[in-house]
């Protein structure tokens, strides 16, 4: 499994980590152009940001409701992810250390305490 900064999503998971991602039946978040539903994504286009980690409107990932609607606390449950503990992770170490950590660790997400 390689490390690549370009396969952090916009929210903050690593595509690749993800068997998705890895069996060729996605392209990752940052190229997925049929994610356009997803609202996380949409804002980080429009503000040219890498993921949430570069958000200036909300410095706490949790403060914001797109990162944080339901849908995304559903697949929190599911999956015992911790998406703003990805974020607050890519804001510590950046995003070559992150995907390298991810990678390592063949994980998609810091996983909820």
Do not use: H
């Amino acid at each position: 499994m390689n490390s690549d900064k370009n396969l952090v999503a916009y929210c903050g998971l690593y595509c690749g980590s993800c068997r998705k991602y890895l069996n060729g039946d996605c392209l990752g978040c940052q190229k997925n152009n049929k994610a356009s539903w997803c609202k996380v994504r949409i804002c980080c286009l429009e503000n040219r940001y890498l993921s949430c980690a570069d958000c200036e409107k909300n410095k706490n990932s949790e403060d914001c409701k797109k990162l944080n609607n339901f849908v995304s606390k559903v697949f929190s449950l599911i999956f015992s992810s911790d998406r703003n503990g990805c974020i607050k992770r890519i804001k510590n170490i950046g995003y070559e250390k992150y995907a390298d950590e991810m990678s390592i660790k063949k994980v998609m997400a810091i996983k909820r305490k």
